[in-house]
T-cell receptor, first 113, second 113 residues
Framework: QQQVKQSPQSLIVQKGGISIINCAYE??????FPWYQQFPGKGPALLIA?????SEKKEGRFTISFNKSAKQFSLHIMDSQPGDSATYFC????????????FGKGTKLSVKP | DAGVIQSPRHEVTEMGQEVTLRCKPI?????LFWYRQTMMRGLELLIY????????DSGMPEDRFSAKMPNASFSTLKIQPSEPRDSAVYFC???????????FGSGTQLSVL
């Protein structure tokens, strides 16, 4: 049972372009939605996170957009750089179960110079 | 801060052998998580501990898997006997309390032949 569906599986973007990765969830009890970034040979690292009381959160070039009614959230990377090339995972957890993050399958982003 | 330390980085073993993976969480963190990453299933939570006590082990695939946390600075994940389908990258992560920001180690690449 996949509770967090992520798309696309892979993405190629030109340097300076906008990268967009989408996630959809099923469980309305989820109340925390982080994005993790993983470089080859490394563990995932928290990039940015949002709670459903806001529709958007921005940190530098990274923005999460959240649509509670559609049960969808997305990551936008503005002015994408080759150094952003990595695998990105969305995730979700619910109150009272913060230890159990449900991860999406990941999106491999390649930013071409 | 040395981060989460996992050992070994790579492990190659034969089917039927016992495998022990080790993790040292970040000092001061009292929650520890074991994840498994494969191409097919993505990142799966196997078990997590809070204050050295196992909280949820529902992700442990079979009785062949066991995890311990004898003290706040050390945890092990043991597979006995190992099988080829156990081949994966195993990550340990820690956090300060049952909060959502997880700090991952660099993982152990396990290959069971």
């Amino acid at each position: 049972q996949q509770q967090v569906k992520q798309s696309p599986q892979s993405l190629i973007v030109q340097k300076g372009g906008i990268s967009i990765i989408n996630c959809a969830y099923e469980n309305t009890a989820f109340d925390y939605f982080p994005w993790y970034q993983q470089f080859p040979g490394k563990g995932p690292a928290l990039l940015i996170a949002i709670r459903p009381d806001v529709s958007e959160k921005k940190e530098g070039r990274f923005t999460i957009s959240f649509n509670k009614s559609a049960k969808q959230f997305s990551l936008h990377i503005m002015d994408s750089q080759p150094g952003d090339s990595a695998t990105y995972f969305c995730a979700a957890s619910k109150a009272g179960s913060q230890g159990n993050l449900i991860f999406g399958k990941g999106t491999k982003l390649s930013v071409k110079p | 801060d040395a981060g989460v330390i996992q050992s070994p980085r790579h492990e190659v073993t034969e089917m039927g052998q016992e495998v022990t993976l080790r993790c040292k969480p970040i000092s001061g963190h009292n929650s520890l998580f074991w994840y498994r990453q494969t191409m097919m299933r993505g990142l799966e939570l196997l078990i997590y501990f809070n204050n050295n006590v196992p909280i949820d082990d529902s992700g442990m695939p079979e009785d062949r898997f066991s995890a311990k946390m004898p003290n706040a600075s050390f945890s092990t994940l043991k597979i006995q006997p190992s099988e080829p389908r156990d081949s994966a990258v195993y990550f340990c992560a820690s956090s300060r309390g049952l909060v959502e920001k997880l700090f991952f180690g660099s993982g152990t690449q396990l290959s069971v032949l």
